[in-house]
């Protein structure tokens, strides 16, 4: 598992809403680099066939809820998550692929 800093103390709402609040800009900052790589994946395949991989799809969903079970976490929220992170990125993907090859 990713090693990340554990949360400070919470108290109260307001210290809740504040780690909340930094951990959504963390998240934030996280997709953003994903969507770099989608980028870079529609600029790197030369095929628009291949931007949609059930079995990459598959592999990356099992991976999820296979982490999702080791962080003690709700296993179908999670897969559920990413099920739509992985459909909007092909989706973003396939977007960018056509921009880059009409250009």
């Not at 108290?11 to 953003?32: G, P, Q, S, Y």
């Not at 600029?43 to 598959?58: F, W």
Request: charged share 30%.
């Amino acid at each position: 598992m990713t090693d990340i800093a554990p949360l400070p103390p919470m108290e109260n709402m307001a210290d809740v809403r504040e780690n909340v609040d930094r951990l959504d800009a963390t998240l934030i900052a996280l997709f953003a680099q994903r969507f770099e790589c989608m980028d870079a994946a529609a600029r790197i395949k030369q095929d628009r066939n291949i931007v949609r991989d059930e079995v990459r799809k598959a592999a990356v969903l099992a991976h999820v809820k296979q982490r999702a079970a080791e962080a003690g976490i709700p296993v179908p929220t999670m897969a559920a998550m990413w099920e739509m992170l992985v459909e909007t990125s092909i989706s973003y993907e396939l977007q960018k692929w056509d921009q880059l090859r009409e250009e």
